[in-house]
């Protein structure tokens, strides 16, 4: 069994940075891809950013220039550094593990003044 831990999210004015983690614990044989998403109330939840683990990356268009993705591959850890945050940031962000699609619980950045 697989459990991946969420950490970092908070509350942050617009213009300000955060900086998620997740941890992948248990049963860990090899890992593929890790990534985050998200989901704001009363929307679907969407793709923000995807690694694998040779470290190319992906990342939704809204994202790039601001938001990067970067893990340990040692550690089994995937981080993603937030800056220049805007309102429309605000949901609960997920972090995702393949193979097996697991999913954490999340955690809640909200971006206000």
């Excluded at 893990?71 to 800056?83: P, S």
Aim: hydrophobic fraction near 35%; proline fraction near 4%; aromatic fraction near 8%.
């Amino acid at each position: 069994q697989v459990q991946l831990v969420e950490s970092g999210g908070g509350l942050v004015q617009p213009g300000g940075s955060l900086r998620l983690s997740c941890t992948a614990l248990g049963n860990i044989f090899s890992i593929s891809v890790m990534g985050w998403y998200r989901q704001a109330p009363g929307k679907q939840r969407e793709l923000v950013a995807l690694i694998n683990s040779g470290g190319t990356t992906t990342y939704r268009d809204s994202m790039k220039g601001r938001f990067t993705i970067s893990r340990d591959n040692a550690k089994n850890m995937v981080y993603l550094q937030m800056n220049s945050l805007k309102p429309e940031d605000t949901a609960v962000y997920y972090c995702h593990l393949l193979p097996g699609g697991y999913w954490g619980k999340g955690t809640l950045v909200t971006v206000s003044s």
